[in-house]
C-alpha cells in the first residue's frame, strides 16, 4: 500500500491560483500512474487530471483543460496540480490518488487515495 499526503489546499479568490502537492511513499513512486479527483459538496467525486509514470502522458477533465496542469517530480515522490483561473465552480475537496493501471482513470481503478485538502474559490 502507498501512503498518499496532499497539501496547498486553502481559500482564494476567482481567478487566482493554488497548487496542490501529493507525497507519496513507496520505494517504486517512479512506476505509478498518479491523478488527483475532487468533490464538490453535495456532487459525486470527479475525475481531475493524470499523469503516467514517466511523466510522458498527462489526461485532464473537460473543465481543467487549458487552466490546470499536473506535473510529477519522480526524485520528491510528489504530484503536483498546478490550478490557475479558479472559479467558484472548482470549490471542492481535492484528492490525490494512484491508480492501478494506465489509461484507466475512473474511481473503480484508484489502488489508493489520500486524505483530500479543502480548495474554496470565493467570487
Known amino acids: 500500500q502507498v501512503q498518499l499526503v496532499e497539501s496547498g489546499g486553502g481559500l482564494v479568490q476567482a481567478g487566482g491560483s493554488l497548487r496542490l502537492s501529493c507525497a507519496a511513499s513507496?520505494?517504486?513512486?517512479?512506476?505509478?500512474?498518479m491523478g488527483w479527483f475532487r468533490q464538490a459538496p453535495g456532487k459525486e467525486r470527479e475525475f481531475v487530471a493524470a499523469?503516467?509514470?514517466?511523466?510522458?502522458?498527462?489526461t485532464y477533465a473537460d473543465s481543467a483543460k487549458g487552466r490546470f496542469t499536473i506535473s510529477r517530480d519522480v526524485a520528491k515522490k510528489t504530484v503536483y496540480l498546478q490550478m490557475n483561473s479558479l472559479k467558484t465552480e472548482d470549490t471542492a475537496v481535492y484528492y490525490c490518488?494512484?491508480?492501478?493501471?494506465?489509461?484507466?482513470?475512473?474511481?473503480?481503478?484508484?489502488?489508493?487515495w489520500g486524505q483530500g485538502t479543502q480548495v474554496t474559490v470565493s467570487s
Open positions: 499523469i503516467t509514470w514517466s511523466g510522458d502522458t498527462t
Open positions: 513507496g520505494r517504486t513512486f517512479s512506476l505509478y500512474t
Open positions: 490518488a494512484r491508480f492501478r493501471y494506465r489509461g484507466n482513470y475512473t474511481e473503480d481503478s484508484v489502488a489508493d
